[in-house]
């Protein structure tokens, strides 16, 4: 029976996030909106099918122009993903909103007034 490699899903989603910031920066550039996000993580669904790439924003920005801006782009990303992956099979890619900074933001808050 094969062994089978369990970090094979981590490294193909920190490979497309690279990929992936690497395209942003070099196409989206002067885009105001999509240069303004950084990508936080990554995570594979499905074996390496589908990557989550998890996004987080400024503060007091407009989350929803951001996640439809981001939505937008999803496509054209992913062909140039393929472009540039050596491999058979594109992953398709999601971008997530990262909470984690706001949620953080907020216990610290709550800490403070106890």
Known sequence: MPIKNSNRGAR???KVQTLVG?????????DEIVSS???????TRGGTQFVKLYYYIPHNSDQDAIEKRMNEITKN???ELASRMNQKYTPD?????????????RIDELLKNL
Not at 22 to 30: A, N, P, T
Not at 37 to 43: E, K
């Open 22 to 30: 690497e395209i942003l920066r070099d196409k989206y550039s002067d």
């Open 93 to 105: 890619i999601r971008f997530v909103y990262d909470d984690t900074l706001d949620r953080a933001e």
């Open 12 to 14: 193909m989603a920190s």
């Open 77 to 79: 990303v992913r062909f």
């Open 37 to 43: 996000i950084s990508l936080a993580g990554s995570d």
